[in-house]
């Protein structure tokens, strides 16, 4: 099997962490594995890749000779300046910020939804926000079947999806520290309906990604979405309650069946025995779980659905190595 040279970068972050173990997991062909940072001489924990150890290397111009693929995940400004170079030295970067997913010459992917637009990149392909992948995954085949006029989504967002400083916090808190640092509020027993920065029509960047990525991806821009993002004091898994509007109604029945063959979903559906997916469920899995599948009574071709999700995995580390398994399955 051939083998390539994968660089990652934002390897002190949690993402870039889960990227390194996934790798490991999955057994990606790998010929050097390079981990790349600012600060090389600050690593928090041991890599060892192949029964030896990795120490970091530095990020700088110069980083990315010899590397094939760059699984990049290290903020957009850096991104904004490295990727290019990346490119130039002869890699193909899967970037995981959200620099350069509305970019019309860079395809935003998750492979199961849209593998073919891999093939339009010109050195990028942007991995999608994780609130984002997790609800197409679940709307795909649903859309397949009866286009998707219009959807409506909350999310209920774990402190992960903010960092290390956030799962921190949350910690603290719950063990009664009550600092507030990471978010406007304390998050602990607490819920915050505001993620990311605000955009002057009052929605935040998190939930107009959620409207202009999940256009971009389902390659339909008719398609109406509106979304509030809450988070919420939980460590891991992202949920998200969505209702669609379809223009021929889909059954309940019917849905389970679409999603049942469905890769990477999991149907857990039956509230009378308590069966439904929370976010303990999910965490540290890859699959992407769906239950409390109803028909909405108020309209006529409508449905109720409750997505959950491992925000670290399918919706950042997992989905960008899938990408890049695609990638060289499609070589």
């Not at 392909?125 to 994780?130: F, G, Q, S, T, V």
């Not at 009664?176 to 509020?185: E, I, R, T």
């Not at 779980?289 to 659905?305: M, T």
Request: with cysteine.
């Amino acid at each position: 099997m051939k083998k390539y040279n994968v660089a990652i970068t934002g390897i002190r972050g949690v993402v870039g962490n889960c990227m390194f173990d996934i790798l490991k997991e999955r057994k990606f062909p790998i010929g050097e594995l390079r981990l790349l940072s600012f600060n090389p001489d600050k690593a928090l924990r041991k890599y060892e890749f192949d029964g030896k150890e990795i120490k970091l290397s530095k990020l700088d111009h110069d980083a990315f000779k010899g590397i094939d693929i760059v699984l990049s995940s290290p903020g957009a400004a850096v991104s904004k300046e490295y990727s290019p170079l990346a490119v130039k030295a002869g890699a193909i970067v899967i970037d995981n910020t959200s620099q350069f997913r509305m970019d019309k010459d860079v395809p935003l992917v998750v492979p199961e939804v849209n593998p073919q637009d891999i093939k339009k990149h010109k050195g990028i392909i942007a991995n999608p926000n994780c609130s984002t992948i997790q609800m197409v995954m679940a709307l795909k085949p649903l859309q397949d079947y009866a286009k998707i006029k219009r959807i409506v989504v909350s999310t209920y967002q774990a402190v992960s999806g903010a960092g290390a400083e956030a799962i921190e916090e949350l910690r603290n808190q719950l063990n009664g520290n009550m600092a507030v640092k990471k978010f406007p509020y304390q998050i602990a027993h607490n819920l915050i309906p505001h993620i990311d920065v605000p955009q002057p029509n009052l929605y935040t960047k998190e939930e107009m990604k959620l409207v202009h990525e999940t256009r971009k991806i389902m390659g339909d821009d008719s398609i109406g979405v509106t979304a509030t993002c809450v988070r919420v004091p939980v460590f891991g898994a992202h949920s998200e309650s969505v209702n669609i509007e379809t223009e021929k109604k889909i059954t309940r029945e019917k849905a389970i069946e679409l999603l049942k063959n469905a890769p990477g979903i999991k149907v857990m559906d039956d509230i009378n025995n308590n069966v439904y997916p929370v976010p303990l469920d999910a965490e540290g899995k890859d699959d992407t779980f769906v239950g409390r599948i109803r028909e909405d009574e108020s309209i006529k071709n409508g449905l109720n659905l409750w997505i959950v999700s491992d925000n670290l995995r399918k919706g950042a580390a997992l989905n960008a190595i899938q990408i890049a398994e695609e990638l060289i399955k499609q070589e």
